[in-house]
């Protein structure tokens, strides 16, 4: 077990820049997850901590070490590959217990922590199998595997479970959170999967055009996102985005839809007076069919029934938006409904896109 | 309904009158017999002439030749001390050939598989020997090790290997190793070429995971380069010890299986005594031993190749 601290690391391949300063201190123990859009540069900043990408600028430390020179080999850490990477001419047990047939481990000790490994696991029955004979939930079972058995400084996952069905990845998820919870190991975890990155994470790190967006507990993003991209990012559907501008009148101000729609705040943020802005609100707070003072008439474009709640699409004049209500009353409805957007729960980002 | 128009047709097609049966029945036939005819004519009339020929007497300068002479040929081959020479030669000068071929063509293909600055036309180059027809890379390589025109000799001489500057072309302790040299320089392009195709196949995560895993650049190509080269070097190989033992343009060409016969090899030795001594009948005695030495060597391979599939 290790603690991994990363210090205003670059990459760049070629001319192109890809990673302009990452700065991030990863605690012994703690499972960090990586999100981000595709080609943001995740899985480039996991390949530098494992020594398949050479640094360009800054410094990785392992356990308070300078690693930037070091072979992977010599850096004790394991990685569970999006493809696995297993070796498909060794069985399952071969593939298991190579790394530690290389450090020339005594046979005893490799033949039982394997065993316990594949008990835990689930491959006692496959382990002389070859990996094309596996399914692919299997497959991966063996990835984790060989990367266990070593008990490593540090486990690196780049989207190990994406080629799995959505029934599969709900189990593999909950079978990875319990191993870190017997192991305690340091992990690294990248992934596209919101619910992924929500439930297993200590922290998230959330990343956009090579650059850290926002670091902090799943809630701290999700609750309090620091700025358009991590609200916009974080949250499935994803949170309504009003732009317009603010006007400040006494104690309730209103926002002016670019639309031409003035929405009543019933209350201020720390914006100028007519100054450009964006409002921001989940689609589970907006209220459907309010009463009282600030509601507006919105007109109903789509219903989306999920099984667990339903999704309403909204129209403010020109501007769509989405609520979402676990109330199945709404599952007929047509024409126009009274929303309110509670003021405690909007969030303003300002001209920069961020959060004031 | 299907099946009872299929069982209408059955009892339809017994009543048909005899000669349509037969024009029905034998149409496949026709039809595929131009094709059949021109197979037969074009591979297995020469075969079995150029067998019947190691039965028979024929010498083109002897008029009187063209018996029927049954195994006499091949009493004459068992008590022949050239082609047991000959033969000895060829062991070597396959083996040799293939060894060194495939050790070059795959160190060739493992720095080829490096990206580096100008891989591309690198490449292209190692193509060049292949491209060069056999027997203009004979006679290069002859004027090369010839002392009059060539520098090899002068440059063993400098490096103190040769006490004087000659060709060992015509010294009878070396002269085969001056054809196995243009062999190995003319052949190196094939291994690393087809090897260099199927290192690229080799997924790059495999090297990752490993060297992850804790292996060094040796371990990883025992772990991973190898088991996945093997195939691909087994075919390789074996079609290549069968076509080198066979070829003789080199030979023909550099050395002409001289000096004193001692670079013959039985492919040359076939040469010399069909077109030199113009003895075609014994030469296709000799060509028959080789046919059937090279089939039993190919279904020994196709045997190994069975058994390795089915073991895995
Ligand atoms: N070997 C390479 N040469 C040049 N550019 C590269 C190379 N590898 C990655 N890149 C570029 O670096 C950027 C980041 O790539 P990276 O693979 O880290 O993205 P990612 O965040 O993992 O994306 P994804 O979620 O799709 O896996 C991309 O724009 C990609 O085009
Ligand atoms: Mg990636």
Redo the contacts with the bound molecule.
Sequence with gaps: MASIDIAAIHKS??I?P?LHGIDLEIKDGEFVVLV????????????MIAGLEAVTDGEIRIDGKRVNDLAPKDRDIAMVFQSYALYPHMSVAKNMSYSLRLRKTAKEKIASVVASAATKLGLDPLMERRPKALSGGQRQRVAMGRAIVREPKAFLF??PLSNLDARLREQMRAEIKKLHQDLGATSIY?T?DQIEAMTLADRIVA?HG?IIQQVGSPLELYDNPANLFVAGFIGSPGMNFFEGRYLATGDTANFALTGGIVLPLGGTAKLADGSRATLGIRPEHVILGAEGPDTMMATVDLVEPTGFGIIVHLKLGPVAFKAFTLDRRFLGMHGEVAVKLPVPNLHFFNEEGRKV | MASLAARNGGSRRDQRPLKKRLADASAPYLYSAPALILIVTVMLVPLVLGISYAFRDIQLLNPFSGGFIGLDHFKTLSQDQNFYRALKNTLWWTGWSVLLQFVFGLILALLLDKPFYGRAIVQALVFLPWAVPSFLAGLNWAWLFNPVVGPIPHWLFALGLMSEPYNILSDPQLSMWGPIIANVWWGIPFFAITLLAALQAIPRDLYEAASIDGAGPVQRFISITLPFLAPTIAITVLLRTVWISNFADLIIVMTNGGPADRSQIVASYIFTQAFKRLDFGYASAIALVLLVLLITYSMLIVVLRQWLLSKD
């Excluded at chain 1, 981000?36 to 390949?47: A, Y």
């Design positions: 391949y070629g192109h890809v981000g859009p595709s080609g943001c540069g995740k899985s480039t900043l996991l390949r780049d989207e990248v596209h990343m090579g």
